[in-house]
């Protein structure tokens, strides 16, 4: 996993650099399944049934599962691209998002509509470190999702709370499930152990988190109230000292 998690974090990297505007999701699913290949694993999300593509990618109000398409990046969009590697018998699962953004410069009466979005994903990567430094062996599910809620709830914005992070290993999904607030007593939570390998993920919204099926496809889950959305995430393992991330990119 640690081998496999460098190689996807990696991947991230660089599909986050391709996504730029007048670029086309499909262009960056193309990108993700060439690397995959090359990396000697498969695409983690190939195994869900069903599913056809190597990434998840979600603009603006698409808050998971969205599917590559011929869609177009535009100046200002907010992206997020998930992914996850099968190698060598288990899996890492990563998400990251970005303002897709021109180098040239914004107009004034943009750029306080850009610090908006800079403040919102900054939020969702404090959530997603704070909530990452609770995974200690002896601490439980529960100290993680008080400290992402803490964060993102503390900001104004909204958890959406009918989709988690989770247990991953030899399945993409496994248990226990690590919502994102905190659901139940912390004591009756379950209890972080040497060896468990989890990810850490801050689902969220600018609004109030409650999502819908944006379209027909099956698969896009959107905010209901049309509001910007997010996801960060990484697959960490429990040590005896400080959680080991696993999909940090080694370039």
Known sequence: MREGGAKIGAILQQLLVRAQPGVALLEIEALADRLIKKSGGQASFHTVKGYKWATCLCVN????????????????DV??????LFYQGFHTD?????????KLGFAPESLALKSEKEKFLEVGQQAMWEGI???????????????????????????VKTLVGHGVGRQLHEAPQIPGYLKAPIASTPQLAV??????????????????YVNDDGWSIGTRDGSLAAVFEHTIVITTGEPEILTRAVL
């Open 133 to 159: 430094a609770q995974a200690k062996a002896g601490n439980r599910v529960g100290h993680i999702s008080e400290a992402v809620q803490k964060i993102v709830e503390g900001a104004g914005y909204g958890i």
């Open 79 to 84: 992206l997020t691209i998930d992914v996850g």
């Open 195 to 212: 060896g468990m390998t989890i990810a850490v993920e801050v689902i969220y919204a600018r609004g109030l988190g409650a999502v819908v």
């Open 61 to 76: 109000d698409v808050v998971v599962h969205g599917i590559p398409t011929n869609y177009v990046l535009k100046d200002g």
């Open 94 to 102: 990563t998400a990251w998002t970005k303002i897709v953004e021109k």
